[in-house]
């Protein structure tokens, strides 16, 4: 088991910036992937970015690429998003996940606001 916990979401106009985090209850190393969500209201949830634990590879949605980066800290347990040229489309829920031993753990959800 698991307990991931995010923070740093808030309200921020459009074009600035925001880093999210995902602290682990445990350590991420050997965790095969984390990675990041979102939902906006009336929608489904999307993936946004994924970082393996193995080379640090990572992966983002077309539309957050060059404005988004995905990155862990293992010292930490915790991995990072940051956001930057946020547009009101980037409004919504953003979910910290992380796939180990076969299992999927989730956070609770931050909330992210682009105001334009």
């Known amino acids: 088991q698991v307990q991931l916990v995010e923070s740093g979401g808030g309200l921020v106009q459009a074009g600035g910036s925001l880093r999210l985090s995902c602290a682990a209850s445990r350590s991420i190393f050997n965790m095969n992937w984390m990675g990041w969500y979102r939902q906006a209201p009336g929608k489904q949830r999307e993936l946004v970015a994924t970082?393996?634990?193995?080379?640090?590879?990572?992966n983002y949605a077309d539309s957050v690429k060059g404005r988004f980066t995905i990155f862990r800290d293992n010292a930490k347990n915790t991995v990072y998003l940051q956001m930057n040229s946020l547009k009101p489309e980037d409004t919504a829920v953003y979910f910290c996940?992380?796939?180990?031993?076969?299992?999927?753990?989730w956070g609770q959800g931050t909330q992210v606001t682009v105001s334009s």
């Open positions: 970082i393996s634990s193995i080379g640090s590879n990572t």
């Open positions: 996940t992380a796939f180990s031993g076969g299992s999927s753990y």
